[in-house]
């Protein structure tokens, strides 16, 4: 099951603004985008009837929907679409064309349907009956809960009823902005209504129509395997039908691996994801055979089938370096050594009012992968799952708890300018930091985290700071992003523009929000900040936090 992942996406959201682009940051070329709460006790068996008013109006699975299509299920008032977030709650957020915001609707058999998540195959549920009540994302138990009436509200948009207890899936507080989905009563207002689409991106058909025309001129120019659970195929040209694994017999040590998964394809590399790692990779002998002819090219040129290829170990993390605190920072042969040290010192930092934070960060195997600016995230084997070509312009994801290494541009730890896609924002400080605070601070300090909880309900729910901005949107990212900035590793805009606004340093925190500056001093220490090129001294700040200009 993939799992899920956190995202940086302050560039692709600025981008789409800037440009007019509305709630698509895919339009632009310019790109990057845990409140747990406790299921509904419900059998397998149990059945719920339709709400009255959705009787004759709720979808037919057969003429409308297919658990076999992806959608984009956007809202009306917000035009903001749902997403996954933290891989426990649903949100919405602008469109960044990963597929935490992407839904199979899978018929769930009396007209309802499960909204399934493509990211990490959990289903939305209704946690409440509370007006209000944020619903949560769980693991597939077929209950009512888990169980939405889709009607037609008549001008191309839908409500989604839930089958347990009859409420809205809706925006919370019927906001416009980024931000909680949550079950409510009212009906068919633009806050309830979704309009749903196919997803901008399916993934290619898995297999051509007839035989090649072409001749058997594709070649494979490299078969390695790169991490003890993950095969490369490097094709000679770009190819089309890559992914279907009927096309592909696996064998490890003389046996046939069957349940191994393809991921993605691009940059003319195909990933084979195998069920298990090999113990000893380096002496195992792994085969690989073309048994179809449907990988070709766009001139029907294809792959000759029938032959049987060896794979090498060549792994892809070539060195490491690890910190004080005992986070191991990794990276292929294309990363700088000064960059791994960097990044360690940048942990150490962050945990050394805390070490007992950083020892359960290690146990949970929390560590740090680095990529050069000559390839995308997605060349790290632990996100290959994660690939989407709408989402080229992501540089971080943060650990979780189910996939805990933190990935991360070796040129935005460097403050590359010329090749990191947010100089002026510390990716590590907010990636890093959902690690910090999913992984090692709820494991290390239950009370810490709920905290953490209590005050973002207060600051942002309640009093309406930070809103309008990505800090604002969830309990998770705003916490990354207030890690980033105590550490005056954030970019900064004269207003609140829906990502980022005038705060952006330790000493504006304080004078804004004195509160949430109170909660991140017992986490992090307050007499400290990173070296160049992300000390103190290297902050952009051109605004006080009412957006005046200082000179």
Known sequence: MKKAKYLIMMGIISAAMMAGCGSSGNETTSAAAETTAAAAETTAQETTAAPESSSEEAISAVDIFTDETSYMITNVNSTNVLEANSGEIADQWYDFGGIECRWYLKPAGDSSYYLINRMNEKRV????????????????????AERWFIEDAGDGSYTFCNAENGMYLSIEHDGDGNGNVAVQNKEKTASS????????????????????????????????????NLIELAFDRDVKYATNTETYQVTVDGKDVTEFTIPCYFDNILSIRLPESIGDPENASIQVKICNQYVRDEKDNYLEDGKTYEVSWNPYYTKSYTSECGITIKGCDLVKDSTLKYAADITDIMASKHPEIAEALVAAGADIALYPAEQNIYYIPEEREFYSPDALGVEGFGGTVELPTTALAAANVER????????????????????????????????????????????????????????????????????????????????????????????????????????????????????????????????????????
């Open 193 to 228: 209504t979704w309009t749903i689409e196919e997803s901008r991106y399916q993934g290619e058909p898995e297999q051509p129509d007839g035989d090649p025309t072409g001749e058997a001129s594709v070649a494979l120019v490299r078969q390695e395997l790169i991490a003890p």
């Open 125 to 144: 549920a209704a946690v409440g009956t509370e007006d209000g009540t944020q619903v949560a994302l769980e693991e597939p138990k077929d209950s009512a």
């Open 416 to 551: 590359d300018r010329e090749h990191a896609m947010y100089p002026d924002t510390n990716v590590m400080a907010h990636e890093f930091g959902h690690a910090f605070h999913l992984i090692g601070i709820k494991t290390a300090d239950p009370e810490l985290f709920d905290e953490i909880d209590a005050t973002y309900e207060k600051v942002v729910l309640q009093e309406g700071k930070w809103a309008n901005s990505y800090a604002g949107s969830n309990r998770d990212e705003y916490f990354g992003q207030l890690a980033a900035l105590w550490f005056n590793g954030q970019a900064e805009t004269q207003t609140w523009n829906g990502v980022l606004g005038p705060v952006n340093t330790r000493d504006e925190l304080k004078e804004y929000d004195p509160e949430s500056y109170a909660l991140l001093e017992k986490i992090f220490p307050a007499d400290k900040y990173f070296a160049s090129p992300w000390a103190k001294e290297d902050t952009v700040d051109n605004f006080d936090i009412n957006g005046n200009p200082r000179n």
